[in-house]
């Protein structure tokens, strides 16, 4: 019998034969042949529970099923080499169960760098009725369909299928896998209706339908789903109505994303005030009902009862929401509510009951929030990032904002900010982000950023109207990959120092490890302080970049740049800043700057904007500058240069624009020449038809006779000689008679001269 194809009557046949054997002991009387016997039957019971097993083979059926669905798709990075031989159950992708060779998992998940592609064809598959496991996502078969036969996988407990570029209509079949427990058919190109059918899958625990074309509304039938711990419909625009869930449904939600134009009525909000399991709640853009009793509150979220637990995630951003913020919401560990009309924090901040908050990121960046900010931050001390951007804040940056020591990214750019920066901000060591730009603050600039606040990567202090020196403290920032101080009244001399800048002075900027020195703590120490997987912060600065305002996020944290245009300083453009070869961008325009331009300024080859426009800046351009490869913006406008604009590589593809308002230089970009330079020698008017022909004509009468005449001259002279021999030695003695006078002449001359 062939172990590798037992089936069901061969465990049957197996159980007669060791009640057999169990009968055969009881009449035994020798004791130890009465263990071997025994030892059998363990040993036959051990093998039908699969902790022992023979060779096992998978079925052919199933063999020629893989391969049909193999013949179906295109495997350009061999991803199915192995698939060949008799057993399938040793090729890659595929699990069999130890007893039966039935195979129970085939999983192809494909990646970025070798996927599937081609047609796929699920009902290839039919024969695999054992099948647990299917994970074909990640790969790209473009417009293949779920056929009706996805169905018929009973035994199907794992479905994911995500970002594979399936078509077409989401089939009612799969409420036929009644034991399926993940379903995630995310990033494709389903279209339709989502089918009540789904409200039958009662083991389901983990649901993923976002990012592709599903419309109409959430089937009601989705509440008999008692066991759903996420899930997750975002990205679908053309869903919408109101959410069919309330008190009781879905017990166990744990995660929530349902970004989209759903409306959130009364038994809406009841129901997710009562998710005694929830710990993230994503309901970005969405709307609140305006049903019965909810009428007050269109636009106001309501102080639901609803606790996260172990932290969690809330994002209601982009939203139409104003009011007052509920306290609720600082049991959150990730609080987002960035674009909506909040127009007051303190209700959130200063409570009593705040002392417990984990709350780990708040952005409240693109509101209308507007008066003071509340000097009540003490308790809210694990707070890492703050994002108060583009609001209608006054007054001071309060001080108690210093007892925030984990803070690791500060942004209060865009505000009516006053005053000095509280010096308590010195105890924030951990910033890596500052942003105050945009704001009314004044006073120098505090010498305490760069005593204490080391790990800086970006600080952005412009368009304020701070004044006095640069300090050269700020030197001190060794990982500062962005310094952004213009449109203030910053005077005297740029500081040497900035050398210093050791971040800048490396050839290109290690993203790698800068994303270290960002998130320098693991999640598992996250996880412990609160009570989630913190993600990553994204950065969200804006500079002036190229001559033009710009947001940068992830991943330009390859950016490196200065920028301390638009101040008062003098003197001339330090030296030391040739050091700094990874800088990509460099503004000290419209300052009063002097001098010249350093000449090894072509030493910093990442260069690709350098503005320093409108100064007093004199001499002429180094030819250095020439071998910058990836320089693509350059003004050196308004200034007292002079000489020769120098030529060479990609300087001639700028236009006059980036010279201009400097007297004294010349150059083919300002179409004018230099002193020295030869004039131009202009060709001459090519000859009409006609007169070409008389031309030709001439020269060739002329070259005829030239011919002729040397012809006639040779010949007569050299004929006779060759010819004639008389003639020859006449010849002969006319020579000898010319060289005997030359002697006697040159020997009476040179007697005489002795003489």
Known sequence: MNIGSRSSPSRTLHKILYI?????LEMMSNYFLKWDYALLVVLIMLYDAGLIHGEVTCLENERQALLRFKQSIDDPWGMLSTWRGDDCCKWQGITCRNQTGHVLRLHLRGSYSHHLSGQANISTLIDLQYLQHLDLSYNDFVNSYISEHIGLFSKLKYLNISDADFAGSIPYQLGNLSQLQYLDISDNDFGGEIPPQLGKLTYLQYMDLSYNYVDGVIPYQLKHLGQLQYLCLQG??????AIPFQSGDLPLLQTLKLHGDFVLESKGAEWVSNLSFLNTLDLTSMSLGNSHQWLQMIRAIPNLSLRLPNGGSTD???NQFEGVIPSFLLYSSWLILSRNKFSNVSSLLCQENNIGSKLGTLDLSNNQ????????????SLLLFLDLSNNNLTGKIPPSMGSLVKLEALVLRSNGFIGKLPSSLKNCTTL??????ENLLSGPIPSWIGESLHQLIVLSMSGNSFSGNLSKHLC?????????LSRNNLSNEIPTCLKNFTAMSKKSINSTETASLIYRYNNT???VLYGVYISRYTFNITVTWKGVKCGFKDPELRLSSIDLSSNHFTGEIPNEIVYLVGLVSLNLSRNNLSGEIPSEIGNITSLESLDLSRNHISGTIPSSLSQIDSLGVLELSNNSLYGRIPPGRHMDTFDASSFEGNPNLCGTQLNKTCPGDMPEVKPEEPTTHDDADDNS?????LHMSLGFGFFTGFWGLLGPLLFWRSWRIAYLRFLNKVADYIYVTVAVYVAKFHK
């Open 20 to 24: 057999l054997i169990w009968k055969k």
């Open 236 to 241: 679908n625009s053309e869903l919408s109505g």
């Open 316 to 318: 209601l951003s982009s």
């Open 369 to 380: 929030l507007k008066g003071s900010l509340p000097d009540c931050w003490k308790s809210l």
């Open 432 to 437: 890596f982000l500052l942003d105050v730009s």
């Open 476 to 484: 001190y920032l060794k990982k500062i990959q962005l310094l952004d």
């Open 525 to 527: 120490y996250y996880y």
């Open 697 to 701: 004509d001439f020269y060739e009468a």
